[in-house]
């Protein structure tokens, strides 16, 4: 596992899951998501903003540890919400 430090940001495949609700993690806008993003999608929406992205396939979400969907690393200074919002637009 790759260590986090100030400038990594964790995306997992949860904040962009259209199925998922805004009490059980998704982080952007319904009309946003998108129906089951995998870690793939995420690092090629990442990689088109210039974001240098790291995929950790066997990382899980903390609410939910027995689902492996992994996650994605990415290097971004500034808010995360907006940066959630530019990925989104991506996907």
């Known amino acids: 596992m790759v260590s986090r ?12 899951d259209a199925t998922v609700s805004r009490l059980k993690g998704r982080k952007v806008s319904r009309k946003n998501a998108v129906d089951k993003p995998s870690i793939e999608s ?3 929406a ?4 210039g974001l240098h992205p790291v995929i950790e396939k066997h990382a899980s979400h903390p609410s939910t540890p027995w689902k492996s969907d992994g996650r994605v690393l990415v ?7 907006q940066l959630l919002a530019q990925v989104a637009l991506r996907l």
Request: hydrophobic share 35%.
């Open 75 to 81: 290097e971004h200074k500034g808010p995360k919400s």
């Open 5 to 16: 430090d100030e400038s990594k940001v964790v995306l997992y495949p949860l904040y962009f």
């Open 46 to 49: 990442a990689q088109s903003l």
């Open 42 to 44: 995420l690092a090629k």
